[in-house]
Nanobody, 126 residues
Framework: QLQLVESGGGLVHRGGSLTLSCAASGFTLEDLGVAWFREAPGKSREGISCINSGNGSINYVDAVKGRFTISRDNSKNTVYLRMNDLKPEDTGVYYC???????????????????WGQGTQVTVSP
């Protein structure tokens, strides 16, 4: 069974940090592009960061640039999202998605294809 499982969410105060994990089972993440999305209350789901397979190129949306870091550990078949200096507007459900398109990180923000996890809640208090 192909599955992605997110973990690491929780409740933190403004300025705090969390590290989210996206662990795969039934397939290998190393050859796939992996993106993180979030869905804030009352808003549509948005892509916030992506790491490509191959050259491992990375991008971030401006709202998280400089605060969030995406990385992968192929030995653990896991992609991470380190989130620093969290703000209340970062609150939401965070999802990861994996996709075999080699150009996934060029289109991930408008893509809903691939394998998705069930999400993990992040809440940042003022």
């Amino acid at each position: 069974q192909l599955q992605l499982v997110e973990s690491g969410g929780g409740l933190v105060h403004r300025g705090g940090s969390l590290t989210l994990s996206c662990a795969a089972s039934g397939f290998t993440l190393e050859d796939l592009g992996v993106a993180w999305f979030r869905e804030a209350p009352g808003k549509s789901r948005e892509g916030i960061s992506c790491i490509n397979s191959g050259n491992g190129s990375i991008n971030y949306v401006d709202a998280v640039k400089g605060r969030f870091t995406i990385s992968r550990d192929n030995s653990k078949n896991t992609v991470y999202l380190r989130m620093n200096d969290l703000k209340p507007e970062d609150t939401g459900v965070y999802y990861c998605a994996a996709n075999g398109l080699h150009y996934y990180c060029s289109i991930y923000q408008r893509s809903r294809t691939g394998t998705w996890g069930q999400g993990t809640q992040v809440t940042v208090s003022p």
